[in-house]
């Protein structure tokens, strides 16, 4: 470890969602690869303990000393795995934590019991996109003096949604609104939030680069009852107080998108934004992954895939996933999936991860019997779809998935939900041509008129007929299309952490900013 005087301190923090940690892991091995004065203390909910340690370690190669300045704490311990339960103890225990940093004391892990030897104050914190109440503990101790970045696991479109100005497509100031509105009325906050963020005119947006959409095709999905708007709001203020944004993108992603969001953000806000992405394990995408040798989930998927390799070929099975948190609110559409699935003989894995996940006894034992099919609560994302029998992933388009697919040559299938994903799926499908988007399967607000021409009915008969159409076309011209589309895009973001790469750059100009003025 190098000297305490060239140590520079730097406190990273995610919000106890998967998607959103990942690439917390994959930024913290860039920045203690790129220089031996960095020492990192990863803060965390122990929820995904076990993930983190696995996914830092896998960024580096064997030996590698710069993995021994990674310190990974968790604030509390608790077998809790519900993140609207984690997420207020995380900011509950966040405090105490940065204090122990701040005063340049030791650290304890609440898991573990490993104690952490003392190393100097911290010389920035990074916290996830919704962590805004550790932002406050934050400059509360600290004040200016500690400079803090948001870390945002969304593309560029999505920032501007979420925290941009009405001038460019985004929100403006939700907080603002939702005040006057309680002034106003005398009504719950949270009632009032919910109803200014869904409420939709059927205005057009229009966000720089990308079509244009009807306001309420932000909501393709009957929505997910989760208090979204609270973070939503939190998030815009640690945007907007943050010393300088973190993008887990890249320009070859977002292009115009990310450019006007650069120029609102220096010329507007005054702060940088760094385009960090992709933030994946060195050397992603050039070569078949492997899996752990002793996970007994793994092994039967690794298993699973070679013999639907051996029996259909190459790029044959379909991925299926929605995340840790998303899944059809209507179960009767996972049932019509399977079924289509099954009768056109595509084999498929189908990841169950998200508490609101249902897969029925009778279901489970479809999938198990049509020897197409493997059903699991836990899959290995990166290795699924690095293997040679995979050939698409359909997503609900969250961020992290979405770059995975794209880094390794895989084409997609979308079914967004919320949040970013209507946004990101338009990306792939209507601008980059790297995916399909299954329109039927919309529901509730999600039925009326596109902007791009067509109104979904969302009856179960016409989903079922367009998966039909999209599988045909995976395994026709158009498929293979959308593959040497991606293939190219994959090029793009491989270049983005080799020398003179826009991501190595980013990272550079943080440096010279934050640390070496310093």
């Known amino acids: 470890m190098s000297s305490e005087s060239t140590i520079h301190h730097l406190v990273l923090l995610p919000v106890p969602a998967y998607g959103h940690t990942r690439p917390f892991c994959a930024l913290a091995a860039r920045l203690a690869a790129a220089r031996s004065s960095i020492v990192i203390t990863f803060l ?10 696995a996914d830092i370690a ?74 805004f109440q550790q932002l406050h503990a934050t400059r509360a101790q600290s004040g200016t003096a500690v400079p803090v970045f948001s870390i945002m696991a969304s593309p560029a479109a999505a920032a501007i949604r979420t925290f941009g100005p009405e001038m460019l497509g985004g929100l403006g100031d939700l907080g603002a609104r939702i005040d006057r509105e309680v002034a106003r009325t005398g009504r719950p ?12 005119d059927g205005r057009v947006v229009e966000i720089p680069g990308l079509p244009p959409m009807y306001d309420y095709e932000s909501f393709p999905q009957i929505i997910l009852d989760a208090p979204i708007v609270q973070y939503i709001r939190g998030g815009r203020e640690l945007f907007m ?17 990310f450019a006007a969001l650069e120029r609102w953000m220096n010329k507007d806000l005054k702060k940088p934004i760094y385009a960090v992405g992709p933030l994946l394990p060195f050397g992603y995408g050039s070569g078949q992954m492997q899996v752990s040798s002793t996970d007994p989930r793994e092994i039967e998927i690794a298993t699973f895939l070679e013999t639907m390799r051996s029996k259909y070929g190459d790029k044959s099975v379909l991925f299926i996933s929605f995340g840790t948190v998303f899944w059809p609110k209507l179960h009767e559409q996972v049932a019509d999936l399977i079924e289509v699935l099954v009768e056109e003989k595509c084999p498929f894995i189908i990841c169950h991860a998200s508490p609101l996940a249902s897969v029925p006894e009778g279901l ?10 493997l059903a699991t609560s836990w899959a290995p994302q990166q290795f699924i779809l690095n293997h040679p029998a995979t ?10 998935g979405i770059i995975e697919s794209l880094c390794s040559g895989v084409p997609m299938i979308c079914w967004p939900f919320e949040a970013d994903q209507p946004v990101a799926a338009a990306q792939l499908t209507l601008n980059l ?3 399909f988007q299954l329109l039927e399967v919309r529901t509730g607000a999600g039925l009326r008129p596109l902007h791009r021409g067509y109104t979904p009915t969302g009856t179960r008969a016409a989903m079922r007929a367009e998966i039909r159409r999209v599988l045909t076309e995976c395994r026709g011209t158009v498929g293979v299309a959308k593959r040497e589309n991606v293939q190219k895009i994959q090029g793009g973001l491989a270049q983005a952490w080799e020398e ?19």
């Open 44 to 53: 965390m909910a122990p929820n995904w303990l076990q993930k983190v340690r």
């Open 500 to 518: 003179g790469g826009t991501a190595r750059a980013a990272l550079q100009a943080f440096f010279v900013k934050f640390l070496d003025a310093a």
């Open 58 to 131: 896998a960024q580096f190669p064997s030996g590698s000393e710069a993995i021994n300045r990674i310190r990974i704490v968790t604030l509390f311990d608790s077998r809790a795995a519900d993140i609207f339960e984690l997420i207020p103890l995380t900011a509950k225990h966040y405090p105490a934590a940065y204090e122990t940093l701040l005063q340049g004391r030791a650290i304890r892990c609440a898991s573990t019991g490993t104690e952490f030897p003392v190393v100097p104050a911290p010389a920035a914190v990074f916290l996830d996109m919704f962590a």
């Open 189 to 200: 906050e949270e009632e009032v939030g919910s109803q200014i963020f869904r409420q939709t």
């Open 391 to 400: 050939g698409w992933f359909m997503t609900h388009c969250g961020h992290g």
């Open 433 to 435: 041509d790297v995916a």
């Open 364 to 373: 489970a034992e479809e999938i198990k019997a049509s020897g197409l099919g």
């Open 241 to 257: 107080q943050a010393d300088g944004v973190f993008l887990a993108s890249a320009p070859a992603y977002d292009g115009e998108t």
